[in-house]
């Protein structure tokens, strides 16, 4: 079993920066890759960026250039440093943890965009 948990949302101007968090613990060794995915108001969950155990990152178009995906293996905790942000990003940001035989998400933490 894995444990995922989320922090670091809120509220920001557009323009603004936030820093998302995603703890795990448990079965750590299992996991081979993670990712942020969000999901707005009305619309399916997407993917925004992973990142593997070797340390390759995949973004989704919508967020290449504003935001980044590191891991710090020490803290077993991976982040999501989301820049120049956009009312459009306004959404439920969940972290996602995959083994080679199930995903585990966390519960997810609101992002909002506005003025």
């Known amino acids: 079993q894995v444990q995922v948990v989320e922090s670091g949302g809120g509220l920001v101007q557009p323009g603004g920066s936030l820093r998302l968090s995603c703890a795990t613990s448990g079965s750590i060794f299992s996991i081979y890759a993670m990712g942020w995915y969000r999901q707005a108001p009305g619309k399916q969950r997407e993917l925004v960026a992973t990142?593997?155990?070797?340390?390759?990152?995949n973004y989704a178009d919508s967020v290449k250039g504003r935001f980044s995906i590191s891991r710090d293996n020490a803290k077993n905790t991976v982040y999501l440093q989301m820049n120049s942000l956009k009312p459009e990003d306004t959404a439920v940001f969940y972290c996602n943890a995959q083994t080679a035989t199930k995903s585990y998400w966390g519960q997810g933490t609101q992002v909002t965009v506005s003025s």
């Open positions: 990142i593997t155990r070797s340390g390759s990152t």
